[in-house]
């Protein structure tokens, strides 16, 4: 085991700041870290044994036990649940004979719950040994189950191949992506690629940054921060060396809108993230790829390599002299935590993801210290079609203070749940008419960390202004009971998600989960409820005063 984990951290240099990378080689090889592993890695790269430990222990996909020959983590999301996840769940029990968190006797079947895979559009699903299988049903499971024991591998599993490019050799994915297209559209408008990248490098780096500034856009993570602005205080910084990162881990319950541009149309994020490495005039581009999406590395792998072939990426891009510019894809290993910038370039330096105080901000110290951009992958891709079709022509689009459109990835109780690109400022009301949803409830906007809104705001606009959204929009019928189906999976997802930094999310959730679980038994009193009202204002405050959860 020793050379073999000495060659892979060789393959990385000795480097330490790619811990992750080594770290997940090291489980594919053996479906998990051993401690002699662990003490190798520390030798090698010149670190106590507990530091290599607390990266180990902060992610969800890294283990120091085999998980099974056939490791299956089932999403336990809120619309996981709604979809029948919990019968999924007992008729993976009945069939292996191994209770969740646990695996068989005779190691060949690991059952695991896992918060989110982004593909809640089509549940209930599950990553099998990496693989998506999605809409499972019980009589699915039973053909796994006996697949699992005859020996079978998992790809030759796998239903009908999905749709668009999910079909694809280097994909063969179950995936659908469900994509509904909606007028007045710029993500989805089609485009040779390096169109917008030759006209970016026909001007200079400043004229790309004020056609951004001038445009309006602003991040599409949720924060709404303003992309031109970014970019325009890195390169101020002055750094000898900066870094350009795409934030791919769209770790938020219901969203997984990305997943379709990654699978669709990735040419267009790279030309993107090309785009914003020629504003900032670095050399460097990184794709943080979430853990669950892994299934789509090889084939991102191979659209980067024709780009080089085709001299969109690499040295002297399309004969520009001093433009020289590559993407690499680190992989994450599941935090929802690494959705935050600072949180996500500490994972990318080998660290737990754990956000950093600020200032400093990434774009004067972030990866390496050095000055860097993190946008996501719907910004990047934006501002593709900015460059096109130019600032003006996007700032037409929307409303005043939230130009363009928006990628919405709607699910729960709708006809058809999916991606949608709408223009800002669409009422929730013809969002639910566009998604055929009836006797809703509530929506909840932006995932458990947004805003649960009734029916009497559904006139209310998606909108920076009004209601900003990362986009997930989980659709939630009447006959749900919002508390027990909703809250308590979301209070669930926080503790289990809590990097426990701050005592307010690392106690508090806790708490306050405690006290509504007491409510729900029927033993609260009123003291009970308004301690909940307070207790959840004070977090909502002490949110305030620490960097946003997500970006």
């Not at 646990?102 to 040994?129: H, K, R, Y």
């Not at 796994?144 to 999910?166: E, H, I, R, T, W």
């Not at 990162?245 to 990735?266: Q, S, Y």
């Amino acid at each position: 085991m020793k050379d073999k984990v000495q060659n892979i951290i060789s393959d990385y240099q000795h480097d330490k700041t790619r811990l992750m990378d080594i770290l997940i080689d090291i489980q594919e090889a053996y479906k998990c870290i051993p401690d002699e592993a662990v003490e190798t890695i520390a030798g090698q790269l010149n670190m106590s044994k507990v530091d290599v430990e607390q990266t180990l222990s902060f992610y969800h996909f890294f283990t120091t036990e085999p998980t099974g020959k056939y490791t299956v983590y089932l999403n336990d999301s809120v619309v996981a649940k709604m979809m029948g996840r919990d019968e999924i769940a007992k008729a993976f029990e009945e069939e292996a004979d191994v209770k969740f968190g646990s695996v068989s006797s005779d190691g060949m079947i690991g059952l695991f719950d896992t918060a989110d895979i982004g593909m809640n559009d089509q549940e209930p699903a599950a990553l099998i040994n990496g693989i998506p299988f999605t809409s499972l049903t019980a009589a699915k499971v039973k053909e796994l189950v006996s697949s699992f024991n005859a020996g079978k591998d998992v790809k030759d599993m796998l239903g009908p191949m999905g749709d668009g490019k999910n079909a694809d050799d280097r994909i063969r994915s179950m995936v659908n992506n469900n994509c509904y297209k909606k007028t007045g559209s710029v993500i989805c408008l089609e485009s040779p690629t390096a169109t917008a990248l030759r006209r970016a490098l026909s001007i200079t780096r400043e004229a790309v940054i004020e056609t951004m500034k001038r445009s309006n856009l602003r991040g599409r993570g949720g924060a709404g921060f303003p992309a031109g602005l970014k970019w325009e205080f890195c390169r101020r910084s002055n750094g000898d060396v900066s870094y350009l990162v795409c934030n791919a881990d769209e770790g938020e319950p219901g969203t997984f809108k990305e997943r379709v541009i990654l699978t669709e149309m990735p040419e267009q994020l790279f030309e993107g993230m090309a785009i914003a490495g020629y504003a900032i005039d670095t050399s460097e581009g990184i794709l943080y790829l979430r853990a669950e999406y892994i299934y789509l590395k090889e084939y991102l792998e191979s659209v980067l390599q024709k780009m080089r072939d085709d001299n969109f990426l690499g040295k002297k891009i399309l004969g520009k002299e001093n433009f020289n510019f590559d993407i690499r894809i680190q992989m994450g290993a599941g935090a929802y935590v690494c959705g935050e910038e600072s949180a996500l370039i500490e994972s990318m330096e080998g660290k737990r993801g754990e956000p950093r105080n600020r200032p400093p901000f990434p774009v004067q110290s972030g990866y390496r210290d050095k000055p860097t951009v993190v946008n996501n992958v719907e910004t990047l891709s934006t501002a593709v079609k900015i460059l096109l079709y130019g600032s003006d022509w996007f700032k037409a689009i929307g409303t005043a203070e939230s130009a363009g459109t928006k990628l919405l990835s709607v699910s729960g109780d709708c006809r058809q749940p999916g991606v949608y690109e709408v223009e800002y400022g669409m009422t929730i009301k013809d969002m639910l008419e566009m998604v055929g949803a009836e006797s809703v409830q509530a929506v909840q906007v932006g995932g458990p960390s947004g805003t649960c809104i009734n029916e009497g705001m559904f006139d209310r606009r998606i909108s920076f202004e009004d209601l900003p959204t990362g986009g997930a929009m989980i659709v939630i019928g009447k006959d749900r009971d919002l508390l027990k189906e909703v809250v308590l999976n979301y209070m669930d997802f926080f503790i289990e998600e809590s990097c426990s930094s701050c005592a307010p999310c690392r106690s508090l959730t806790v708490i306050l989960k405690n006290k509504l679980i007491k409510l729900l038994n029927g033993f609260g009193t009123k003291a009970d409820i308004d301690e909940l009202y307070n207790w959840g204002q004070y977090m909502k405050q002490a949110n305030r005063r620490l960097p946003p959860t997500r970006y």
